[in-house]
């Protein structure tokens, strides 16, 4: 497969379940290694450095699940998102501009993580992300299992921290309110790109209005 | 008399315990892992305050700098280069794996040092003071204190600095502990080798008043392992509880029954609380 993000964007991976959007991402970050073809960002061969100097660079995946620290504090959370040595020395501003984006957050700064409602638990992730200070954020699913006004709450904050200069690449089932709020998209079925094109243009495309949206 | 005598040796016993199992809970926690070679490890951390003592005259509590510090390099380096590449196999390979390691360190103790038990008398620990009838051994007490400080000394680092924070990030959750750019390398080594200090302090903190030959960290270590499922796997406090628990009713059992019988007491606990919370005392809640 070929896909190409440029800076700026919001750009959407939409598939059904086990097309491999999750696999996509974390052969980006590399968690998993792919078996041939390249990663590069900006020229450089991200896929055979280890994991911590893809997020050095700015490459950050918010995973699916969250997979937040459950038994550590908000606050504690959002501090481990700033491992990297630039993003360390940026900590207090950064943890300034998520208690903004989120201030129920801050509400909770002091309560395990653990004990946080879904949607809080998704903002915490995407919050820990933000304070790794990408350049591309990637988001697996952040609507997964969350209630409909939450998940507005989320897709809206995705487009402030776009607007913020942030590249954003989503990965979604919510196939409506992704393209709807991405620049381009691309469809995954089985592992293969079988579309691609403009977030609305897609939107409008036959095959998938019957597929996946059922219209 | 006799059970006051009891409650405060098993007491005593049960801080040894708590360092040697923290350690062994710490490695489990982080990587997954456990460290069938962390009783060898405890005879190499022994030899060194022996033979310090021996050949230089250091003193046995001066020498367990030496020990950690000896114990953390080897525990270190056993990680790189053995048991790192084992992370993602099979648990029976690194069961063997770490197995596989304890019986070369022993056999190369045994080799070097010979089957021997020796032992190191310190002049000034040589009294006992008797308090109200009771019998105070000195190096005990010295072990005693010393494990629980350091064992203290790791849990506030473990929860107050970056790096202690970082640890227990990767026992709570590896993927996110990735997610957040930590390096896994580095914390694993870290781990290992923290776990490997604690056991080589405590070995060099029992060389006062315990024998050292090459099998004697078994002693210590099998009921080690007791203390950490007991405590919950990977649980920190637990273990230290544990410990505690442990060491207590080893040694009031052995006012009641022969004390060849005492393991029975602590296997039949072991047993009993597995039947009933199979996830330890304290639950497998992670550091
Ligand atoms: N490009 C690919 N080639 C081969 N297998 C793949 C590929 N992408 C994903 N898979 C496999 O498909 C399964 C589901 O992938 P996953 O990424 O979890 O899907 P999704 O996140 O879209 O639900 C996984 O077992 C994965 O190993
Ligand atoms: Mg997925």
């Known amino acids: ?215 | 008399m006799l059970i006051l005598q009891a409650l405060l040796s098993g007491l005593l016993n049960g801080g040894i315990y708590s360092l040697v199992a923290v350690g062994l809970t710490l490695i489990f926690g982080v990587m997954r892992i456990i460290n069938f070679a962390h009783g060898s490890l405890m005879m190499l951390g022994m030899y060194v305050s022996y033979w310090l003592f021996v050949l230089w005259g250091v003193d046995p509590y001066l020498a367990l700098i030496a020990s950690g510090s000896v114990l953390f390099a080897v525990g270190v380096l056993i990680e790189a280069v053995l048991v790192s590449p084992v992370l993602e196999a099979p648990e029976h390979d690194q069961l063997l794996l770490t197995l596989g390691i304890s019986l070369v360190i022993e056999n190369l103790a045994l080799f070097l040092w010979k089957a021997d038990p020796r032992t190191v008398t310190v002049p000034y620990l040589a009294v006992a003071p008797m308090v109200g009838g009771i019998m105070i051994s000195s190096p005990r007490v010295i072990a005693f204190v010393v494990s629980l400080a350091l064992t203290a000394v790791l849990y506030v680092f473990l929860k107050r600095t970056d790096l202690g924070k970082a640890i227990r990030a990767v026992s709570q959750d590896r993927e996110g502990a990735l997610t957040v750019g930590i390096n896994m390398r580095r914390i694993y080594a870290l781990a290992f080798g923290i776990g490997c200090a604690c056991v080589g302090v405590a070995g060099g903190l029992v060389v006062p008043f315990y024998a050292v030959d090459p099998y004697v960290g078994g002693v210590f270590v099998i009921t080690a392992f007791v203390v950490v499922v007991l405590g919950g796997m990977g649980n920190f406090g637990g273990a230290l509880l544990a410990a505690l628990i442990v060491g207590l009713a080893e040694s009031v059992a052995a006012v009641f029954i022969p004390a060849a019988m005492k393991q029975v007491v602590m296997y039949t606990i072991f047993v009993v609380v597995l039947l009933f919370r199979p996830q330890g005392l304290f639950g497998a809640r992670r550091a």
């Open chain 1, 1 to 215: 497969m070929s896909l190409s993000i440029e800076e700026g964007e919001i750009v959407s991976v939409v598939g059904a379940n086990g097309a491999g959007k999750t696999t996509l991402l974390k052969a980006i970050a590399g968690l998993v290694r792919p078996t041939g073809g390249a990663v590069e960002l900006r020229g450089e061969r991200l896929d055979r450095l280890p994991t911590h100097r893809i997020v050095e660079r700015g490459v950050v995946r918010v995973p699916e699940g969250r997979r937040i620290f459950p038994e550590m504090t908000v606050r504690e959370n959002l501090e481990l998102g700033a491992t990297p040595p630039q993003a360390r020395r940026k900590r207090p501003e950064s943890l300034s501009r998520v208690w903004d984006l989120f201030p129920i957050l801050r509400e909770r700064a002091r309560q395990l993580a653990g004990t946080l409602s879904g949607g809080e638990q998704q903002m915490l992730a995407i919050g820990r992300g933000l304070m790794s200070l990408p350049t591309l954020l990637m988001l697996d699913e952040p609507s997964l299992g969350l209630a409909p006004m939450v998940v507005k709450e989320i897709f809206q904050t995705i487009r402030r921290i776009n607007a913020d200069g942030v590249t954003i690449l989503l990965v979604e089932q919510d196939v409506m309110h992704s393209l709807g709020m991405s620049h381009r998209g691309y469809v995954l079925e089985n592992g293969s790109i079988v579309l691609a094109g403009g977030g609305p243009e897609l939107l409008a495309n036959q095959h998938i209005r019957t597929a996946y949206l059922g219209i």
